[in-house]
């Protein structure tokens, strides 16, 4: 029977140690301030923007929320961004995704100011990842990483294997591997022989995106097991990219969904604004 990593409790020890910080600086006389803009009606959007202003709430930040029209123009939401990129008040700005078809992901991104980017997404921000110098780490692979550390695994020399190659988690994950002296194979859908390959990993990451896809034939008796998928199974139940049950008594260590990464993503981005905080006031 494999352990299960709950990231709930592993989220919570986050937030405390970042609450703890905020509180510090505030004595100070430096407050955390973080912008979240979202446009449009989308229902899980607006769940995300709630859970990050009631984050916020608990480690003792300003959140500053703007909800625009679905219509809003591109000219108005870059003037918006750059009204934030000016407030002294606001350390992180993060621009709600998906955005509506209308706007361009990449020019909002990119017109906001690297050190108040706390998705990490910005094209200066991608290459300090890479050549390892950076402030900020993208909050769901930053969240990957703690949950492996909480299960005391080792990763330096380990042969780590990442399924999926998107900007926003595949690729910086397998970077952050790599930063730690992982072994790092990233596998896609072009990928020949998958599970011969995930079989190989000592910790592998599913970011696919397909309900339980990973079944116990795909994983290496020990190994740390890490769902990063969200989706729907035959029943609508929310479920991973990893078959928990049937991967369960097979692996060493292994993410639930719900309550594995999803926490995490939400208290890496926290860290992040407090990261941004401690900058600009050279508490670093």
Avoid: W
């Avoid at 029209?69 to 993060?94: F, H, M, R, S």
């Amino acid at each position: 029977m494999s352990k299960i990593i709950d990231g709930k409790a592993v989220s919570a020890q986050v937030k405390e140690r970042i609450k703890a910080e905020t509180a510090a600086l505030k004595e100070q006389g430096i407050e955390v301030g973080l912008a979240v803009v979202i446009v449009g009606e989308d229902p899980a959007s607006k769940v995300y923007v709630r859970n990050k202003k009631r984050a916020c709430e608990e480690v003792g930040f300003n959140s500053y929320e703007y909800a625009l029209p679905e219509d809003t123009t591109e000219e108005q939401l870059l003037e918006l961004v750059q009204k934030l990129n000016a407030d002294d008040k606001v350390n992180g700005i993060l621009v709600q995704l998906p955005l509506p078809k209308h706007l361009d992901d990449k020019v909002i991104i990119n017109n906001i100011l690297p050190e108040k980017d706390v998705d990490a997404f910005h094209p200066v921000n991608v290459g300090k990842i890479m050549i390892g110098d950076y402030s900020f780490l993208p909050c769901t692979p930053a969240g990957v990483m703690e949950l492996i550390a909480s299960t005391g695994t080792e990763i330096a020399g380990k042969e780590c294997v990442v399924i999926g190659r998107s900007n926003i988690v595949g690729k910086p994950q397998a970077m952050l591997l790599l930063h730690r002296s992982g072994t790092v194979t990233i596998c896609h859908s072009k990928t020949e022989n998958l599970k011969e390959v995930c079989r190989r990993a000592d910790i592998l990451v599913a970011a696919v995106g397909r309900a339980k896809m990973i079944t116990k034939d795909y994983i290496k008796e020990g190994a740390v097991v890490i769902d990063v998928g969200m989706n729907r199974d035959e029943n609508g139940k929310l479920c991973g990219d990893v078959d928990f049950e049937d991967c369960k008594d097979k692996a060493g260590y292994i993410t639930p969904v719900p309550g594995g990464v999803g926490p995490m993503t939400i208290a890496m981005l926290m860290q992040n604004t407090l990261t941004a905080a401690k900058v600009k006031n050279k508490k670093m």
